[in-house]
């Protein structure tokens, strides 16, 4: 409704000072100067012939508010185009999403897909998220302007050459124009094509397929910015088209390659169009790289003549150019035709890597592994981010891929900091590698942006087995009392007989569970030769423990006595069951040095008690479905591992305890998937989730609706809906319209669910309005000026002042309610403006907000709000 009254007051005050049939295309783009504060840029295309011409817009914010932006630069281009750009500053009342309208009367006259344009508001809008996580975000660059011209029955191409600085994604849709309040233009439809119309997702080209009528067409594009996996920002773009009937060809562009290069490689890239009319041409190029401030390309034209022309790009790239995102260039040709000209538009990617870290060296010692390398080629490193997997996968990148990609089975291990900082100790986070096992690293360098580098070569290393390397902790027989393990080690090697001559001796350790934290000795014996390596445990409680064992080795000499190296610990396999609906959910714990390539699950036959083999499974988690609730079923797990090491016995065959369990319905469903959307004019939150998927909610029967008005405290049930379907839920707060909220869902055995992630809180709306024209001439209408929406207001304190600068009133009440006097005379109409603080309750509690605006106090008998019937 506000925007609606905006749009009637800009009407009626537009017709009174000129035509208003100017506006052809353009976008609105910003910059983030501070943690809410943004630089706004409105950029408009408008037909210089019209009379009409705006030396100012009025921006609608998305937060209740609005302003008027100056204009700062106006730019006449060729076709009676004119470039207007207007710049003004914003602070945002908090985090949230923001919708912001720029609309002016009108369009320009004659737009065949637009009925009736010349009256059709003209309406462009780009929509912003505010998060801290996310960081600070400037819009993309639009380099390639949004006027272009086709010719009939021949393929159209245009490229807005959108440039994001920061390296965030970017993808493009086909949209609809736009008119009053940003809704899309009533009765529009997309230009007609012989073949088709579309905006290619990932290049940004815009391809009409091919135009079948000519004349004036306007076309909106959709401009998405994405940062780890989040849409952060949304630009529509309006650009006109115009399609001229002509025997005109385009010109052609020989097909572009695409680059991947290593910073610091110098590019020179020859690029020729022809034209099979023997017009002459000419070459334009855009985009990100041709801005940037360290080492921008460039773009020559060598040699041209009539039907051809070559032009050489060239471009230094640098350590700085290092981005994740490929740098896109727009290369355009131009022809000079007598009739029209027509243009080709084509697409060079340039994708930037960090160099390798170099000369990777891993030495071992008996407990961890020391890695050095060079120092990278690129100054701005920040610093080396250390990749480890157990065992060789040779990974070699291709030329366009950096970084260590998740399918090799790297993990991330650490990171050093600093350039020069390129000497790294793998002790396993303090706890030591394990003996007998092959471990492999790759470095990669990280950039400023947090771009990673090519990754360097595999490099691996086994630790110096001077120690018993475990190979079985093996249960013998499942007993509370009488309970046996048996356990088996290889004979140590590269045993440095100089400082340990011998005699020796095994000590063996016991800690119950698998992390083993409370070690007891439980064995000792003596050797000469070390071929002594296995041992019974007997006498324990292998039913309701695991175990961890530890084999020590002493030099055993008189006077010299003293623990070789380093000693491994290896666990049993515990068998834990967790009970669910009509199934039963395996956990095979261990805790163990070697790698356990498949587990053999079997289950009890309950005829012959034997064992049965079930499934082969290659995960520590095996689901057991279509089971009978009630009944009992009973479990033991085989595991076949290897060292993957000459001299160690392979395979390894380990087995678990015996273990049963009963099927039981106590899993919760998943949590609902909630969003939530502030209806500030009315004063309420609607919630809407999604109903849990079937596989892990099929007998949900309620929702319990959490909130908090608060980023801090405790959430509160506030409502609940009693049926799977019912997934709305309409709040009316009390004190805020800021609020966090949570859904969780509950079952039929009144299991109930995680709450809804991630927490959903919202504080996007503004609860003060004033308006801007109201009538104090005693016909009891509108006399008062009242503040639109103050619910939830604290307080405010607002000074009204003549043109002059005179204070004509001031107050403290929330509602305003001036009767528009001063010393108990009305005051002159005019315009009046007002500075007001306004303190508000929002997620962080109470804050304070300065707004700042006008008001039209019309005061003549009969005067009526324009608009108003």
Known sequence: MRRTLLAILSIFISLSICYATHNRAGEITYRQISGLTFELTITTFTYTLSLADRDE????????????????????????????????????????IYEIVVQDPNRNHGVLNIPNSVNVVFAIKTTMLINPAIGYNDTPVLLNPPIDQAALGRKFIHNPSAYDEEGDSLSYSLAKCL????????????????????????T???????????????????????????????????????????????????????????????????????????DMVTHLASGGVFIIEDSPAEFLEVESDSG????????????????????????????????????????????????????????????????????????????????????????????????????????????????NDTVFMDKNNGEGLLQGTEYCYMIVALFPNGTESIASGEVCSVLMQGTPVITNVSVNHTDRSNGSIFLAWAKPKDLDTIPAPGPYEYRIYRSPGIWGS????????????????????????????????RVELYNDEDGNRFVIGNPGEASSIFLHIEPADNELILHIRKNVPWINTDYIIYRQNRITLDFDSLSVSKDTLYHDVNLANGEEYCYLVKSIGTYSRQGIVDPLINYSHENCGVPDDKEPPCPPELTVFSNCDSLYNELTWTKPDPECGIDVVSYKVYYNPKLVGNMEVIGTRNSPEDTTFIHYPELTMAGC???????????????????????????????????????????????????????????????????????????????????????????????????????????????SGFVHVITEKGAKVPGEK
């Not at 009025?58 to 937060?63: E, I, P, R, S, Y």
């Not at 690129?378 to 291709?398: E, K, T």
């Not at 007891?520 to 071929?531: K, M, Y």
């Not at 108990?824 to 005019?830: A, D, E, Q």
């Open 179 to 202: 008119t009053e309040n940003g809704d899309t233009i009533e009765g529009y439809f997309f230009p007609p094509a012989s073949d088709t119309l579309y905006v290619d997702p990932l």
């Open 741 to 851: 909220y949570a859904v969780t869902a509950i079952d039929s055995f009144d299991n109930e669910s995680a709450r809804s992630m991630p927490l959903i809180c919202v504080d996007n709306c503004t609860y003060f309005e004033i308006p801007n024209v109201f009538t104090p001439n005693e016909d009891n209408i509108n006399d008062i000026l009242k503040a639109k929406t103050y619910k939830f207001i604290e307080k405010i304190d607002i000074k009204i002042y003549s043109r002059t600068g005179n204070l004509v009133y001031q107050t403290d009440d929330p509602e305003i309610n001036w009767d528009g006097k001063y010393n108990n005379n009305y005051v002159s109409p005019g315009i009046y403006y007002y500075i007001c603080d306004i303190y508000e309750n929002r997620l962080s509690g109470l804050e304070l907000r300065n707004i």
């Open 57 to 96: 817009l009025t921006v609608d914010w998305g937060d209740n508010t609005t302003s008027v932006a100056p204009r700062d630069t106006i730019v006449y281009l060729p076709n009676f185009y004119k470039r207007n750009t207007y710049v003004i500053d914003h602070t945002f009342p908090g985090p949230g």
């Open 518 to 549: 409370n070690f007891e000795l439980v064995h000792t014996f003596q050797t000469v030769d070390l071929e002594d390596t296995t041992f019974v445990d007997t006498l324990i409680n292998t039913t309701d423990f695991g175990f961890t064992y």
């Open 308 to 419: 051809y022309v070559t032009s050489v790009f060239r471009w230094q790239t640098t350590c700085n150019h290092v981005r994740e995102q490929p740098y896109s260039i727009v290369i355009k040709v131009e022809d000079n035709n007598e009739e029209v000209s027509l243009v080709d538009s084509d697409n060079l990617y340039i994708k930037v890597l960090g160099p390798a870290p170099e000369n990777i060296v891993a030495i071992p010692t008996n407990n961890y592994i020391r890695l050095h390398w060079s120092p990278s080629d690129c100054n701005n490193v920040a610093g080396y981010r250390i990749y480890r997997r157990i065992g060789s996968y040779g990974f070699v990148p291709d030329t366009c891929e950096n970084g260590v990609p998740g399918y090799t089975g790297y993990v991330f291990v650490g990171e050093t900091t600093g350039l």
């Open 204 to 278: 940004g080209d815009l391809v009409w397929d091919s135009p079948d009528s000519i004349g004036l067409y306007n076309i909106a594009m959709n401009i998405e910015e994405w940062r780890y996996g989040i849409k952060i920002g949304n630009i529509v773009r309006d650009m006109q088209i115009e399609v001229f009937e002509t025997e005109n060809n385009p010109p052609v562009t020989t097909d572009l390659d695409s680059f991947c290069v290593v910073a610091g490689t110098y590019i020179e890239y020859n690029i020729t169009s022809t034209d099979e009319d023997k």
